[in-house]
């Protein structure tokens, strides 16, 4: 599925720009490109499927510009007037792929060339919500799909009244968070915590109208239903792909199970035993952010050796009055380092760095190729923190990435596979280290010693590998949904059954099917697939280590920075210039010398911190 930046039914973050897999909607009467059989259906030719996959590529282009460009306006201006106006472009764009798909079927068969067969392919699995042929059916999707993605975008928490009290101020996402982020009283989290997930409420029945009408659209293309289609994007029968997510998730787990345990007994010392019961999921709201997916914000609480290391980027970036522009040039500073050519001018002029006062926008950050010609763009609401640091360098890599494939025919204008997107600057950013940090003034020394790199070890798995089992999580439930093995009527409590298996976390309260906690995370409302950013967490670190190679590095791979380094950014150009046009595994081999995904790296990498972790938890009752 196409990475896409964001766009209601795209799928991705990334959106724009890459249009298509995944997302976007169509065009909408009669795909123009198409050529129809004529009544006596002689046998189509390599040619003609050739001359076919030319005008799907042309005429998805001019579609996918009209919805993005749509889709930019509605993210970063909700009303009803632009919620409507994306709706309706992208419902041309679900009319288009579902026309161009049935029209591609006579290809079947016929021997085709190799780039033919490949975009025949990529027209199915283009986009991560395909809409029904009958057209109320069609417009009625594309309306649920913007209007969720604006439930999110403009959620907001009011507060309880209390009789005889002012009314309490509304809180948005993103005050929330912050509340998450930094505070330790246990109501003011549970408060915080709560009130978010009270935005989703009204999207259950509206989502559930989006599965039954996206499986249809799905079965209509050939597929058992929205889940079949979302797996068969990997270059390998679903099935196949199911079974490869588990080996990853298998080999990563007891790393997982290691820093749970130690996070655990240190909330029990924060909160009690309680609260924080021996042996039990952790309460969801404990773990410094809204959804337990990363846990930086608990570093100060778990720091192994106080003071080791001064890694308070945070309070750096806030003395020297960082401002969004400038943390983005830093960025910007990284990859040029790489000797990648500098963002073009109609980037800063386009993008949103700040989260406007006077309109409700969509704050959760994606990146953008509006008109699929290097029109880059980053959709964010950018705080001076480290988090947001980390982000940035996120996003880039998806501009940078969209760059490198912009030549391409559209149907290729993507990554391998959609991990490959979310890996590509979160690669880069792990060459953040405190050395570099150093360099460019925001720590003031490193610690090389062993308590530093423990400690520095700690905050990058509070980042990474709590976010493992998350990320694994999501599309299970969603897998699950669309296959009809979880029913509308346990949403909710399907949706805690998984969280409580894979991440060993649980609701702080009660909850009912009148709730829809699932939608209280952007990428179930927005219908962004979720997989890829598991994968791109194990990714991430096979192509570190091959860019650290590149560069020449001989030390251990979490000391590595490929800063500065022409010949990382070479190998890394080479693997993005081949956007979608050729299946994963060849991409991966072109960065890493291997066609597997492979959580070694990701286990090399924080082998210090995992030896740590075992001495520290000995003699506990670890997991739950
Ligand atoms: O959605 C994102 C990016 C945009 S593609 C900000 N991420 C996931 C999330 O926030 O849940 C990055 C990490 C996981
Ligand atoms: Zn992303």
């Known amino acids: 599925m196409r990475p896409t930046p964001f766009v209601p039914l795209l799928s991705a973050c990334l959106l724009a720009g890459a249009p298509a897999r995944a997302a976007t909607p169509a065009a909408a009467p009669e795909p123009r490109a198409v050529v129809v059989a004529p009544s006596a259906p002689a046998k189509p030719s390599a040619a003609d499927?050739?001359?076919?996959?030319?005008?799907?590529?042309?005429?998805l282009k001019r579609l996918w510009i009209r919805s993005s460009t749509a889709d930019w306006i509605k993210a970063t201006y909700i009303t009803d007037d632009t919620e409507r106006n994306a709706a309706a472009l992208n419902e041309d764009v679900m009319a288009y792929l579902s026309g161009?798909?049935?029209a591609s079927v006579r290809f079947d068969g016929v021997d085709v060339d190799a780039d033919t067969a490949r975009m025949l392919h990529l027209l199915k699995v283009a986009t991560s919500l395909p809409a029904p042929s009958d057209p109320a059916r069609r417009r009625e999707l594309a309306e649920i799909a913007a209007k969720l993605e604006g439930i999110y975008g403009k959620g907001k928490w009011c507060g309880t009244p209390v009789p005889g009290k002012p009314a309490p101020r509304c809180r948005d996402l993103q005050e929330l968070e912050e509340v998450l982020a930094k505070s330790h009283s246990y109501p003011e989290l549970l408060d915080a915590w709560t009130g978010w997930h009270t935005i989703s409420r009204e999207m259950r029945p509206l989502y559930t109208r989006l599965v039954t009408l996206g499986n249809e659209g799905s079965k209509e293309i050939g597929f058992r239903d929205l889940g079949d289609l979302w797996r068969a994007d990997y270059d390998m029968p679903p099935a196949e792909f199911e079974a490869d997510v588990d080996r990853l998730w298998t080999e990563v787990k007891p790393l997982y199970d290691e820093l749970h345990c130690f996070v655990r007994a240190r909330l029990q010392k924060l909160y009690g035993k309680d609260k924080v019961p021996d042996g039990k999921p952790i309460p969801a709201h404990l773990l410094g952010n809204m959804w337990a997916?990363?846990?930086?914000?608990?570093?100060?609480?778990?720091e192994p050796y106080?003071?080791?290391?001064?890694?308070?980027?945070?309070?750096?970036?806030?003395?020297?009055?960082?401002?969004?522009?400038?943390m983005v040039k830093l960025g910007e500073a990284f990859f040029s380092s790489l000797g990648l050519a500098p963002l073009p001018a109609t980037f800063w002029q386009r993008s949103q760095l700040v989260k406007p006062k006077d309109r409700e926008v969509v704050c959760h950050a994606s990146a953008w190729d509006v008109t699929y010609d290097a029109d880059l763009r980053v959709k964010m609401c950018i705080r001076p923190t480290e988090e947001d640091l980390v982000t940035i360098h996120h996003e880039l890599g998806h501009n940078y990435y969209q760059r490198a494939y912009v030549h391409l025919p559209v149907l290729y204008q993507d990554s391998a596979n959609d991990g490959f997107h979310e890996a590509l600057g979160d690669a880069i950013a792990l060459s953040v280290t405190p050395g570099y940090l150093k360099q460019v003034g925001l720590v003031p020394s490193v610690a090389k010693d062993d308590h530093g790199v423990i400690n520095f070890?700690?905050?990058?798995?509070?980042?990474k590998v709590s976010f493992l089992p998350f990320g694994r999580l999501i599309d299970q439930w969603r897998w699950d949904v669309f296959s009809g093995k979880i029913a509308p009527d346990r949403y909710n409590a399907a949706w805690w059954d998984l969280r409580r298996k894979f991440q060993g976390v649980d609701a702080p309260v009660a909850r009912t099917e009148d709730d829809f906690d699932p939608g209280a995370?952007?990428?179930?409302p927005a219908n962004v697939p979720y997989t890829r950013y598991?994968?791109?967490?194990?990714?991430?670190f096979q192509f570190h280590k091959a860019l650290c190679e590149a560069a020449g590095w001989k030390g251990p791979l979490h000391e590595c920075s490929i800063y500065g380094s022409k010949d990382a950014g070479k190998r890394l150009q080479a693997m993005m210039e081949l956007g979608a046009s050729k299946p994963w595994p060849e991409a991966m081999a072109a960065l890493t010398g291997t066609k597997k995904a492979d959580a070694s790296a990701l286990l090399e990498y924080f082998a210090p911190l995992r030896a740590w972790l075992r001495a520290q938890?000995?003699?506990?009752?670890?997991?739950?």
Do not use: T
């Open 100 to 102: 161009a798909i049935a």
């Open 457 to 463: 070890q700690m905050k990058k798995a509070l980042e």
């Open 49 to 59: 499927a050739k001359a076919f996959v030319d005008g799907v590529n042309s005429e």
């Open 306 to 326: 106080k003071g080791a290391g001064s890694l308070d980027v945070d309070a750096a970036l806030k003395r020297q009055k960082y401002d969004p522009v400038r």
């Open 521 to 524: 995370k952007y990428h179930v």
């Open 617 to 624: 938890n000995a003699g506990q009752q670890c997991g739950w």
């Open 534 to 540: 598991f994968l791109a967490h194990v990714y991430q």
């Open 293 to 302: 997916q990363d846990w930086s914000n608990l570093y100060p609480l778990v």
